[in-house]
């Protein structure tokens, strides 16, 4: 769905709630960027702010115009922007395909201004007592934690709350991340055939993803 119809509703999305309550003008800096879509739908909700983008592989090629992206190793590699620049960090999915978070978090408290957030989002735990999609939808759409072959292993929010907090960075909130709009609409999807569609709608009906928002400490 294109996050332009979430300006005036953001609170249906937990991830638009987040990105919605930057400063205007703002930048904010997408760790572990993909294939884009994150930052595509950032840049549809709030079209005023800078966009950053960091990724060991990435596809820059598709993301918004006018975003500066660099391709860095997450676990390893100090990131090129300065201290203190950085007014919000989006890190969606990114954790638990990592060995060691410690760079991460270092790098996330170190470029965010006094005051400023990162919002994580991470796979619950709960998904390793998921289903796969059966018969010949098996492998296309993860739901079972370990139908994405790149998972390494699952971070729960409040291991990854002990980590921000080493880090000087404060858990400012947690739990599970939602759009409603799919969340609702999931019974309707049980009567269509399988699709990424059904199979999104159902993640977010089950409360897939979980979040944690961590504050630079002033």
């Given at each position: 769905m294109n996050w332009k119809w979430l300006r005036r509703m953001a609170w249906l999305d937990t991830r638009a709630?987040?990105?919605?309550?930057?400063?205007?003008g703002g930048k904010l800096l997408d760790l572990g960027s993909s294939d884009g879509e994150t930052l595509s739908h950032i840049a549809e909700l709030r079209p005023d702010i800078a966009l950053c983008?960091?990724?060991?592989?990435?596809?820059?090629?598709?993301?918004p115009l006018g975003c500066?992206?660099?391709r860095k190793n997450l676990e390893t590699d100090i990131l090129p922007w300065?201290?203190?620049?950085i007014d919000g960090i989006t890190c969606m999915h990114l954790v638990e395909h990592l060995a060691s978070l410690?760079?991460?978090l270092a790098e996330c408290a170190r470029l965010l201004k006094p005051g400023a957030r990162v919002y994580f989002e991470t796979?619950?735990?709960?998904?390793?007592?998921y289903s796969s999609p059966p018969g010949t939808s098996a492998g296309s759409f993860t739901m079972n934690f370990f139908d994405d072959l790149t998972h390494i292993r699952p971070i729960s929010v409040g291991?990854?709350?002990t980590l921000c907090r080493k880090k000087g960075l404060g858990v400012v909130a947690s739990g599970i991340s939602r759009n409603l709009l799919f969340a609702t609409a999931y019974p309707w999807f049980i009567l269509q055939a399988p699709s990424r569609k059904r199979y999104t709608a159902k993640a977010h009906w089950l409360g897939w993803s979980a979040f944690l928002i961590a504050e630079r400490e002033a």
């Open positions: 709630a987040f990105v919605s309550s930057l400063r205007h983008a960091c990724d060991v592989k990435g596809c820059p090629e598709k993301y500066h992206f660099e300065p201290n203190a620049s410690d760079n991460l796979p619950h735990p709960k998904t390793l007592s291991g990854l709350a």
